[in-house]
RNA sequence: GGCCCGUUGGUCAAGUGGUUAAGACAUCGCCCUUUCACGGCGGUAACAGGGGUUCGACUCCCCUACGGGUCACCA
């Protein structure tokens, strides 16, 4: 009788659905994989937005994939037409190609690639409705033909009784219509959502486990939660129960704002016969929120600055930040990182059980940190590339004059470079330009002043005499010899230890004359090894600055 | 408000019943040094609170507090 209903309704919404979820199974059968390989996807909205947690979690999915040998695929969550962004998808995956992740199969720039698509929801509405009209057929979904207005009058109720707000119970008016109620409502052409049929009751609990979180307590899903819109298509629910197993994803990473809708995904699975896949609900990446001073996560509209293009932007090397989220992902990586300084990150054993399930607080101290650090690792070459790579987007003065000349930047690259303990002056590209202006004469001006305690006349004199003896082919020591000769004729101390010992018997120090030549040849009063600068700026450029300068004394 | 998750120094965090409670970043001091950067050495700084369980709790249980998340035809 109800089963013959059931069967009725089903043909009368869904008449255009000719396929079986036997057909589906067999279209898209279980992978054939090694033991112990996971499946694991991202599964953005083409908003073309992707900010720090995003590429959080993707990285956790690739790790996982790659390092097991199994699959990591690329799913557009489009089901939403307001969501979608012109171009969104692309962005998407170029971004993420920058920061060196790239899918085996999923959407891509023309087209899908991959056996189990399509891999856009918008393509696969037959699919989700071939399950759909299943469910109806065995009574476990059914049509909904509330208003919002309707929904929200049952809300407000609700809430004045301080019952949970939700369609249930004597609430689901639709739940147990009749055959003829739907189908006059139906000939009338009223819109309708399809809702799953809960069999949960409220109050019930049970344990599930999860891979980060451990044992959790999960509510059952009471609620006859909206599966299909009335546009045609699945939410978010369940459509990822209908992917993810069509998929085969084995793993399903996601972070923890998720959990509350896991008993209604629990649910979901066992009403269409599949089986789960793992969870893994991550921590969230929080930030202070500036006006109430309190952690929050991280918000697309609110925090800009936490996308992944601002981070690309302001020029931080997309490989410093997956070494950041790997500290932060594991936290044995950074220990990993010190013994093995020159290996790729995808040789440390990424771990499953290293995940932590507190959330933690964005740091750009140690973001910077480990800016320095990988870049000072790098070769004066590989920093050429990368900073015109990103001065001629982002800095195009800089790029003009470091592209003018590349030898003569890369000499400026290699300054305390490829030592044991090289310079960490950027930890990012865009620290760069401040750094190395003053090797340009067009960037080139006075910043810092000499202190007005040292005597101009004297000022003149060292430089002058600096002039009359200088030799590009000097090393070193004869250079810094000649430098403290200079000192001594002055009256200022040659020697630091002479000059502690007695300060007073001196005007300065051989610290001072370097100074005053530092100032005239950069500007300022710190920059890299004089003796370097002297040799990169060359002797026309080094004797024109250091006339000016002494013009400039008046 | 209901439900869920979390809580070791300023930050990220080791720790899995017995530790002088690691390490990294930040910070402070000293050293190295012609400036800066690098580097070296050292310091300050933590188990949210209260009950249990136990010979013994950061570790196990309960309660409280605090923080976070979530309650859509958005994902």
């Not at 699959?71 to 993420?96: N, Q």
Request: glycine share 6%; hydrophobic share 35%.
């Amino acid at each position: 009788m109800t089963e013959d209903k059931n069967l009725e309704l089903a043909e009368l919404l869904y008449p255009h659905i000719k396929t079986l979820p036997e057909d589906m199974e067999r279209r898209y059968p279980p992978r054939n994989l090694p033991e112990g390989a996971k499946v694991t996807r991202f599964a953005p909205s083409p908003t073309g937005f992707i900010h720090l947690g995003n590429i959080y979690s993707a990285l956790i999915d690739e790790r996982l994939a790659h390092q097991s040998g199994g699959v990591f695929f690329l799913r557009i969550e489009d089901t939403d037409e307001k969501r979608a962004v012109e171009g969104g998808t692309e962005l998407i995956i170029d971004m993420l190609g920058k920061y060196g992740i790239y899918f085996d199969e999923g959407a891509t720039k023309d087209g899908d690639k991959g056996d189990y698509g399509p891999y856009r929801q918008s393509l696969r509405k037959e699919i989700y409705q071939t399950y759909a009209k299943q469910l109806v057929r065995e009574g476990k979904a059914y049509p909904c033909f509330c208003s919002p207005e309707e929904l929200e009058q049952i809300r407000s109720e609700q809430v004045a009784q301080k019952l949970t707000p939700g369609y249930y119970g004597k609430w689901a008016k639709w739940r147990d219509a009749s055959l003829d109620e739907v189908k006059k409502m139906l000939d009338d052409g009223v819109p309708f959502v399809l809702r799953l049929r809960s069999q949960g009751t409220e109050g019930k609990s049970f344990k599930f486990t999860d891979l980060v979180k451990g044992e959790i307590d999960v509510s059952e899903n009471f609620i006859d939660h909206v599966i299909l819109k009335s546009n045609g298509m699945p939410d978010y629910h369940f459509a990822h129960a209908v992917d993810d197993h069509l998929m085969r994803t084995t793993h399903v990473v996601r972070d923890e704002s998720w959990l509350p809708s896991l008993p209604l995904h629990i649910e979901l699975f066992r009403a269409l016969g599949f089986k789960m896949p793992k969870y893994i609900h991550t921590a969230q990446v929080l930030k202070i929120d500036e006006e109430t001073g309190k952690k929050r996560k991280l918000s697309k509209r609110k925090d800009p600055e936490f996308g992944l293009s601002f981070f690309y932007e302001s020029g931080y090397p997309p490989i410093v930040m997956i070494e950041y989220l790997m500290t932060l992902l594991n936290s044995n990586y950074e220990e990993w990182r010190m013994a093995n300084p020159d290996k790729h990150y995808t040789e440390f054993p990424f771990s499953i059980k290293k995940l932590s399930p507190s959330g933690c607080l964005f740091d750009f101290d140690k973001l910077n940190d480990i800016g320095r650090d990988v870049i000072s690792r790098m070769t004066a070459d590989e920093v050429y590339s990368q900073v015109s790579e990103w001065a001629k987007e982002y800095d195009p003065e800089l790029y003009a004059e470091i592209s003018a000349d590349p030898s003569y930047a890369k000499a400026i690259f290699a300054i305390g470079r490829g030592g044991k303990k090289p310079r960490k002056d950027f930890a990012k590209w865009s620290d760069v330009k401040p750094y190395l202006s003053f090797f340009y004469d067009r960037l080139f001006k006075i910043e810092d002043e000499i202190e007005p305690r040292f005597d101009k006349a004297d000022i003149r004199r060292a430089l002058e005499l600096f002039l009359e003896s200088y030799e590009e082919a000097d090393d070193r020591n004869a250079w810094f010899d000649k430098i403290k000769a200079i000192a001594a004729e002055l009256g200022y101390a040659p020697e630091m230890k002479l000059y502690k010992e007695s300060p007073e018997k001196y005007k300065g120090n051989v610290g001072d004359v370097a100074m005053f030549l530092r100032v005239a040849l950069t500007g300022r009063l710190n920059s890299p090894d004089l003796y370097d600068v002297l040799h990169v700026l060359g002797k026309e450029r080094v004797a024109g600055r250091v006339r000016e300068f002494i013009g400039s004394l008046g």
